[in-house]
């Protein structure tokens, strides 16, 4: 159900059975010396595609271009400001709308946008929508039992084990593990308690974190899958969620005197 594969009649009939649209984000950004920069992107679209065909949804083209400022010291990156990155979500979500879907589901693969992802959300609230956009910001939260239980890595986190062996299972054509000599190395600002602009530079100094050298594509297959049956669980009870439409309506009538 990949928005750009369908038809036009498709689509207008899958938004007459009120099917969820989903927006996988991701970024473009250095992932280690081994991982293309593409890892958040291909990973989330693959793992959200793989749950919607258990749990019918529409979805949407990823959107690639996100933002990574913290990143641009290394070659590969593409990172868009943060008012742009709100502009451009609205506007999806706006067109999504207009064509019929009143539920949006925003699945987040990348970390560094959480926080924007979040702003998004309470911007939303400034206008009144005829739609509700939901979104699974850290889905990567749900592994994280069964991470600690098959990785063998103490530092996770960016081109790390775990990252790396879902790689591995959906891409291992495009990841290059002869390029990691050495588990990374990792540093600080030696400011503890005080954040600063390049706390992740000063931790992250080769921009992939544990040792990745660990990977194994059978731990990509538990991990993934794990996070297939969160998504595909996501939309199910997204689909028959009542309540947060008419807690919205209550927002803005109250709010707004709409």
Known sequence: MLWECLTSPDIKEAAEKNLIAI?????????????????????????????????????????????????????????????????ILEEICDEVARNGFKKILIVNGHGGNNNLLRVFLRESLHRKKDYVIYALIEPWLSIEDIAKKICES?????????????????????????????????????????????????????????????ATKEKGRILVERLIDFIADAIRRIKQDERITAILDDFYRRAYGQ
């Open 154 to 214: 103490k530092v996770t986190g960016h081109a790390c084990e775990r990252e790396t062996s879902m790689g591995l299972y959906l891409f291992e054509n495009l990841i290059k593990m002869e390029n990691v000599k050495q588990e990374a190395k990792t540093g600080g600002t030696n400011l503890p308690g005080i954040e600063t602009p390049v706390d992740w530079q000063a931790y992250a100094v080769q921009l992939y974190l544990g040792d990745p050298r660990l």
């Open 23 to 87: 927006l996988p984000v991701g970024s473009i950004e250095i992932h280690g010396p081994h991982m293309p920069t593409g890892t958040d992107s291909i990973t989330i679209r693959e793992i959200t595609r793989m749950a919607a065909e258990k749990e019918p949804a529409v979805v949407l083209p990823t959107l690639y271009y996100v933002y990574v400022p913290e990143n641009r010291h290394f070659p590969g990156t593409i990172s868009l400001s943060a008012r742009t990155i709100l502009t």
